[in-house]
């Protein structure tokens, strides 16, 4: 019993201290959660409390309605968006792990200092804004054919998610000892077999972080997903989400909510299922 | 002007030969690998898609996302589809918020590619360069619905190339809406641009101010253009010289510039330098403001959301008369534009001979949102218009009968009394007018100085599209 109350006490200023954090950060998830459901009459009348849902009663669904998020799901186009959000991630991730393995690979190998300035080349490529690359580009997807099409997506996405990954990778693989690699190369293994068997599956911690990493910057990017997809049906989340729930001088808030908190919840899950392997990843190549 | 005119000559046939040897290529593979199944004769296009019709291929459309989801729902599902039957062609409509579409336009015009027919929130007379002229088609509907609304005209009509760039379809009348119980609590009237002067302290005192814009996005721009001609500030002249800057004018600018400066720093906060062109209606619809100046769409939202206290309490008037005049620019001009590079520029056309000469069903599911460029598009003209907004059941009965009037009365274009030009357009686009107003306002600027360096600036832009030959 006095133990249970000594631990208690003790991680009692690490609660104090997450607890107004961890409030602060889920307020906004909260607020959508509220507001999705709110009927207008509530949303719109300034007297009312803004946190829940008006008349107040403890009953508090019958002041609720979920006909916005019927709306999003009946009269948009909102479910071909998630999964056209899906196909460009998951085709975007698959691409930029094809690239930025043995890319980044190659690099953490590369001896002499070329290795990291060749690495930190490539990263400054990321740092090009999309809001210039678009130009070029932009009459590239044309003559390619490729406008208002997923492809175009699937094959200027990756111009940002390899450079970055490969960065990210190319650290990681400098925290994994030579000897393994040497140990395995004496044992009979070829230079594949040892990257396939031996460095990949301990790199499992950089490689997640690269997947979430694009798949995330694919959900979110908006200049390439607005410039080169026209027709409603074919937008991502991205991109269709303020066409669509925007319209005119009226926001649709209650869809908007809902439409930004369903793929939020998504990567939500994502990053707290893999967060502990995530910050691996992240801080892998820290101290190299 | 020549390679225009051959395009539309070219455009005019409705096969071209790449279409001949097409089908002609079409229809000897299929007589050759179907010819003993005549079922599937046509394997190569696949059957015809309407019965009894040649297919004459797809018609691209963009245009904004109504603030009415009803009438795009009624637009994409039911009306260009029967349309697309009617005449064999599949129609594909997307929309866009209207914040985007001249990035959107910018775009495809970069990329030489995109829609076929292209709807502008306001003229895009800079654009003039790569659309094709459209007087046939304005010919053919004023012969059919008599002459087209003067704010129609002197918003895509270009006296210097004699040629209309684009196709008038809807304009939105832009009336003030205010809360009529704070007016009345506050005792102010909206007659006079004066009288909001005077009244705007006491708005603020109830705690209820005004909210006119002062920033950059559309509403703004459309507002205090609009309190430019009141005061007798004209950006150009009839001949589309740029003439702020000059006697009677450039008076006129300096009051507008003082009034507004006086409403802002007695009636309202500073929010307005910062809004966007939902601002004003979520604040209002929020019970904060008195008053705002826009198109219905704060009325309508106040109706659907079920707030009848709101919208019982949400009136329209007519734009507050200045020292010169009562006027005000459109809220919204839609303009259709055919891109050069526009795959399918016939049926564009007839789409939108079409769509204007039924635009009566258009008035009404756009909840009296969209005013047909022909008023002779419903039949009686205003007249009728005004016996049919009468009949809206929502309180005060016959509020939007104002709207009639404004249309008939008190609109006219960006650019008055002159035509809106690509100058008049890059000013709009570029902001130079709320921006003027703004400085003003936060005493960053005096009036004179204000506009003469808004002069300054409009003349170099004239100087630019005049060298191009477009003024």
Same mark, same amino acid.
């Given at each position: ?288 | ?252 600018? /300096?009051?507008?510039?003082? &009034? #507004? +400066? ?5 009636? $309202?906060?500073?929010? %307005?330098?910062?809004?966007? =062109? ?40 007519? /734009?507050?008369?200045?020292? &010169? #005049? +009562? ?5 919204? $001009?839609?303009?259709? %534009?055919?891109?050069?590079? =526009? ?63 404004? =249309? ?64």
């Amino acid at each position: 019993m006095a133990g249970r109350v000594t631990a208690a006490r003790r991680s009692l200023p690490t609660y104090l201290v997450l607890g107004p954090f961890a409030i602060l950060l889920a307020f906004p998830f909260y607020w959508m959660l509220v507001t999705m459901f709110k009927e207008d009459l509530d949303l719109y009348n300034a007297e009312n409390v803004p946190y829940v849902y008006n008349p107040i009663q403890w009953k508090f669904w019958e002041s609720a309605t979920t006909k916005h998020v019927e709306f999003l799901f009946t009269d948009t186009h909102y479910p071909d968006w998630l999964v056209n959000t899906a196909i460009v991630g998951i085709a975007v991730v698959v691409i930029t792990l094809i690239v930025a393995l043995p890319a980044g690979y190659a690099l953490a190998r590369l001896s002499g200092s070329w290795g990291q300035t060749a690495g930190i080349g490539i990263f400054l490529v990321y740092l090009i804004p999309p809001t210039l690359l678009f130009l070029p580009l932009s009459p590239l997807v044309a003559r390619l054919g490729l406008q208002n099409s997923l492809l175009s997506l699937i094959l200027v996405y990756p111009s940002f998610t390899i450079p970055f990954s490969t960065w990210l990778l190319m650290g990681f693989f400098k925290t994994i000892p030579q000897e393994l690699e040497d140990a395995a190369l004496v044992d009979g293994c070829s230079r594949l077999k040892a990257l396939t068997r031996i460095v990949f599956p301990i790199s499992l911690p950089g490689i997640l972080t690269v997947v979430i990493f694009a798949f995330s910057l694919c959900v979110n990017e908006f200049i390439y997903a607005f410039t080169f997809i026209s027709s409603t049906e074919n937008r991502t989340i991205s991109s269709g989400v303020p066409n669509e729930l925007i319209r005119g001088d009226v926001f649709f808030w209650q869809s908007l909510m809902a439409a930004t908190l369903i793929p939020s919840i998504v990567l939500a899950l994502l990053y707290n299922t893999f967060l502990d392997r995530f910050i691996k990843g992240f801080t892998g190549g820290a101290f190299r | 002007m020549a390679d225009v005119l051959d395009e539309l000559e070219g455009g005019s046939s409705t096969l071209t030969r790449g279409d001949l040897l097409k089908r002609g290529g079409a229809a000897a593979f299929a007589v050759s690998m179907f010819g003993a199944l005549p079922d599937k004769a046509l394997g190569f296009y696949g059957p015809l898609k309407y019965q009894n019709k040649q297919l004459s291929g797809e018609l691209k459309i963009l245009q904004w996302a109504h603030f009415v989801p009803s009438y795009d729902q009624w637009l994409d599902n039911t009306y260009v589809k029967e349309w697309g039957e009617k005449n064999d062609v599949e129609v594909k409509i997307d929309h866009i918020n209207n914040a985007l579409l001249v990035a959107t336009a910018s775009s495809e015009v970069a990329a030489q590619s995109g829609h076929d027919l292209f709807w502008f929130i306001s003229p895009p007379s800079s654009f003039q360069k790569q659309v094709v002229p459209l007087n046939d088609i304005v010919q053919e509907v004023t012969r059919k619905l008599g002459p087209m609304a003067k704010v129609a005209k002197k918003s895509t009509y270009s006296p210097k190339t004699k040629t209309f760039y684009g196709f008038p379809d809807d304009y939105a009348p832009d009336p003030v809406q205010y809360r009529r119980s704070y007016l009345q609590e506050a005792g102010v009237s909206l007659r006079t641009w004066e009288d909001l002067r005077k009244g705007a302290a006491k708005l603020k005192q109830i705690g209820h101010p005004v909210g006119l814009g002062m920033s950059n996005e559309i509403d703004s721009n459309m507002l205090l253009s609009s309190l430019l001609y009141c005061y007798g500030g004209f950006i150009q002249d009839e001949e589309n010289r740029v003439v702020i800057g000059q006697g009677a004018n450039r008076k006129g600018a /300096i009051e507008a510039l003082e &009034v #507004m +400066r006086d409403i802002y720093r007695n009636g $309202m906060s500073d929010e %307005v330098f910062a809004w966007t =062109a939902a601002s004003n209606n979520q604040a209002f619809l929020a019970g904060r403001l008195s008053v705002a100046l826009n198109a219905i769409s704060i009325a309508r939202s106040a109706e659907n959301s079920g707030n009848t206290a709101l919208s019982d309490d949400t009136w329209l008037a007519s /734009i507050p008369r200045g020292p &010169v #005049m +009562r006027l005000g620019n459109e809220h919204v $001009m839609g303009v259709f %534009v055919i891109w050069k590079f =526009a795959k399918n520029k016939e049926a564009a056309k007839k789409y939108l001979v079409d769509q204007q000469l039924g635009y009566r069903e258009h008035f009404i599911r756009s909840q009296y949102y969209n005013f047909p460029a022909w008023t002779g598009a419903i039949k009686g003209g205003f007249k009728t218009i005004r016996e049919m907004t009468a009949q809206d059941t929502h309180k005060p009965k016959g509020k939007y009968t104002i709207l009639t009037t404004i =249309a008939e009365k008190y609109t006219t274009n960006p650019g008055h009394p002159g035509n809106t030009t690509p100058v008049i357009d890059e000013i709009f686009q570029t902001w130079m007018i709320p921006q003027m107003f703004a400085e003003v306002a936060q005493g960053k600027s005096s009036p004179a100085d204000a506009v003469k360096s808004f002069n300054r600036k409009a003349q170099g832009i004239y100087r630019k599209w005049k060298n191009q030959g477009l003024v």
